[in-house]
């Protein structure tokens, strides 16, 4: 079917106005949705700061990983390898000697006030270490609180470290 050229012109003329209303719709409800995600995105930082600022710096991912452990490790071992490792340093010339200490380190046991002040002080919503136990269980259990205190009392007087807190944790991000 083909369209004599006054037909073209005259159907033109009618679509144009109707393209730029359906434009200016489309620009004022994109508007009006920015506006609406801007205001909840202020109300959810105007009631918690922390995770509005951990969402938006650090937003949560759905993928997952699908790589197989083993060939993560491999990978990892190869890039993070040091080829020099067993090789004796040699001192280099032209460095300063080093510095003196000005101050003693103290190695006394600290006591188990610092402690429950230094838990205290801590965030509530504070990434957990590699136990995952956050510090609000040792906020809301005394007794849990005492048996680490007793555990750090020990490492430090035996200085032998468990092997658990000599483990490195890798999270990687796909």
Request: hydrophobic content about 35%; proline content about 7%.
């Given at each position: 079917?083909?369209?004599?050229?006054?037909?073209?012109?005259?159907?033109?003329?009618?679509?144009?106005?109707?393209?730029?209303?359906?434009?200016?719709?489309?620009?004022?409800?994109?508007?009006?949705?920015?506006?609406?995600?801007?205001?909840?995105?202020?109300?959810?930082?105007?009631n918690?700061p922390?995770?509005?600022?951990?969402?938006?710096l650090?937003?949560?991912?759905?993928?997952?990983?699908?790589?197989h452990?083993?060939?993560?490790?491999?990978?990892?071992?190869?890039?993070?390898?040091?080829?020099?490792?067993?090789?004796?340093?040699?001192?280099?010339?032209?460095?300063p000697?080093?510095?003196?200490?000005?101050?003693?380190?103290?190695?006394?046991?600290?006591?188990?006030?610092?402690?429950?002040?230094?838990?205290?002080?801590?965030?509530?919503?504070s990434?957990?270490?590699?136990?995952?136990?956050?510090?609000?269980?040792?906020?809301?259990?005394?007794?849990?609180?005492?048996?680490?205190?007793?555990?750090?009392?020990?490492?430090?007087?035996?200085?032998?470290?468990?092997?658990?807190?000599?483990?490195v944790?890798?999270?990687?991000?796909?």
């Amino acid at each position: 079917m083909t369209v004599n050229p006054s037909e073209a012109a005259a159907l033109k003329q009618l679509l144009t106005p109707i393209q730029q209303k359906i434009k200016h719709h489309r620009r004022a409800e994109k508007h009006r949705k920015k506006r609406w995600l801007f205001k909840k995105a202020q109300k959810s930082f105007q009631n918690n700061p922390y995770d509005a600022g951990k969402n938006l710096l650090d937003p949560r991912s759905n993928s997952s990983l699908t790589i197989h452990q083993d060939l993560l490790d491999d990978h990892k071992s190869n890039v993070a390898k040091d080829v020099h490792y067993a090789e004796e340093l040699i001192a280099l010339e032209g460095l300063p000697p080093e510095p003196s200490l000005t101050t003693p380190f103290c190695s006394k046991s600290f006591k188990q006030e610092l402690f429950l002040k230094t838990v205290h002080t801590r965030r509530n919503k504070s990434a957990p270490g590699l136990n995952e136990i956050p510090y609000k269980v040792y906020k809301k259990c005394p007794l849990l609180a005492d048996f680490l205190f007793e555990i750090i009392l020990t490492v430090q007087r035996t200085g032998n470290v468990p092997i658990h807190w000599r483990v490195v944790s890798s999270i990687f991000f796909s």
